[in-house]
């Protein structure tokens, strides 16, 4: 089977990150926003309810490593490892 130039160039468009230990293809040279690694990490179904508290690492990125919390986002760069947990804070 041949790579097309259409399928070459839509491999470039996306980079592999790691969240939670698995494998996520994402969009290229974007940033990625909290939101959207905690819906990868939960598949679009992250933990309810009030004292839900979660927290997102990353290494591996533009500045090696550092954290997102809601509203912040990080440009995404192939390979980044991010780490999501949930917590309960009661």
Do not use: C, W
């Amino acid at each position: 089977m041949n790579d097309t130039q259409e399928d070459r160039q839509d491999a470039q468009k996306t980079v592999t990150i790691i969240v939670n230990g698995q494998p996520k293809q994402v969009s290229k040279n974007e940033d990625i926003s909290f939101k959207d690694v905690v819906n990868l990490a939960y598949d679009n179904n992250p933990p309810p309810g009030p004292d839900v508290v979660i927290t997102v690492t990353y290494k591996e990125g533009e500045h090696k490593k550092g954290s997102l919390v809601e509203g912040q986002s990080v440009k995404v760069k192939d390979g980044m490892i991010f780490n999501v947990s949930a917590t309960n804070k009661s």
